[in-house]
């Protein structure tokens, strides 16, 4: 029986913990779909493979990684979005190197496991020049020339999907947990407001359309201060209407992470400050303060806007994050260029395994 390795190179991240578990389930599935083949997969981290890497040929490290570990195939799973003019691409294969390419976020943030699975099965049929037949979910079949094969969307939803499953790789619910010093920032003024009878007062005659513009304010305030202030925006640059699309895409994502990650910590903080003031504060003592009587909406309205405060007082701790701690924060891992030891490393390592 013949005997064959799949690496898997992927991306810290989603992408890492996706190939993890493939790393155990697809050999089996892949022992099924090619009958008297024995297949192992190893699956293996590769930084450069993260968004935001620089401007790096995946193609060529999988290569060069094939060849030094000793693989038959190797799959690149990146966080990059790839395209084809204005079509999301969701995976490449190079026959001739028996090396492919997978973009995650290109398959959306829903049952991402049997999708990535099912487009690696279309992928390594591909590559071993079987007809790479198989869901539509995966994308339609394109090939570019007799060594080349992709996997593309169409341009509305494909660009979509894309988007969405860039924010799934962030992971933007895991943004406020990066960042300490914004954690503290918040936790302080939350304290601050909580003891402070002049911020009972202020909540008592704030009314709901105040509280809600405050708390759109201090949302709005933390996230562009987050984005400026670690100049997490890039800029188009003027190499093409591709690559300024690119940057767009780069830039939305970020927003809507950004976005995503401010009002998961405003929820957590509002749950966290209602529980204090259920067990500090006494409706007696409350009563005793406001001079009127207190129900549940006048601890409810004290703890919205306390929350909206420690949320700026947030905003003012994140300003002083480093700017590496912030964009491992809000992207999970996103360098800011290849490293030219680990590549002077691959080149070295590649030749002594000729």
């Given at each position: 029986m013949k005997h064959l390795v799949l690496g898997l190179l992927a991306a810290p991240g989603v992408a890492h913990d996706l190939a993890r578990e493939l790393e155990r389930e697809l050999p089996a599935a892949l022992a099924r779909r090619f009958s008297g083949t024995e297949w192992t997969v190893v699956a293996r981290g590769e930084p450069r493979a993260a968004a935001g890497a620089g401007n790096v040929d995946l193609v060529k490290i999988a290569r060069r990684r094939m060849l030094r570990?000793?693989?038959?195939?190797?799959?690149?799973?990146?966080?990059?979005?790839?395209h084809v003019g204005r079509r999301p691409v969701i995976a490449h294969a190079a026959v001739s190197t028996g090396v492919g390419l997978v973009s995650v976020p290109a398959l959306g943030a829903a049952d991402l496991e049997r999708r990535l699975r099912q487009t690696l099965m279309r992928l390594v049929a591909g590559l071993l020049g079987e007809s790479p037949s198989g869901s539509a979910s995966v994308g339609e079949l394109v090939k570019a020339d007799e060594r080349t094969i992709r996997f593309v969307t169409r341009p509305g939803r494909g660009n979509l999907r894309l988007l969405v499953g860039m924010v799934r790789a962030n992971r933007p619910w895991r943004l406020a947990s990066g960042l300490s010093r914004a954690l503290v920032g918040a936790l302080g003024t939350a304290a601050f407001g909580l003891a402070s009878t002049g911020v009972w007062h202020i909540a008592d005659g704030m009314g709901v359309a105040r509280s809600v513009a405050l708390c759109l304010g201090a949302v709005l305030v933390t996230c562009v201060s987050l984005i400026v202030v670690h100049e997490l925006?890039?800029?188009?640059?003027?190499?093409?209407r591709e690559a300024r699309e690119r940057v767009m895409l780069f830039n939305l994502a970020t927003a809507i992470t950004i976005a995503?990650?401010?009002?998961?910590?405003?929820?957590?903080?509002?749950?966290?400050?209602?529980?204090?003031?259920?067990?500090?504060?006494?409706?007696?003592?409350?009563?005793?303060?406001?001079?009127?009587?207190?129900?549940?909406?006048?601890?409810?309205?004290?703890?919205?806007?306390?929350?909206?405060l420690a949320t700026i007082g947030g905003a003012l701790g994140g300003a002083v994050e480093s700017d590496d701690a912030v964009r491992e924060a809000a992207y999970d891992y996103r360098p800011d260029e290849e490293s030219e030891d680990e590549m002077a490393e691959d080149d070295l390592e590649t030749a002594a395994s000729r």
């Open positions: 570990e000793g693989w038959d195939l190797a799959i690149c799973l990146t966080d990059l979005p790839l925006w890039e800029h188009a640059p003027d190499a093409g995503l990650g401010v009002i998961t910590l405003y929820v957590a903080l509002l749950a966290i400050i209602v529980l204090c003031e259920a067990v500090l504060i006494s409706p007696h003592v409350l009563e005793q303060e406001l001079g009127h009587p207190v129900n549940a909406g006048d601890y409810l309205g004290l703890a919205w806007v306390v929350t909206s």
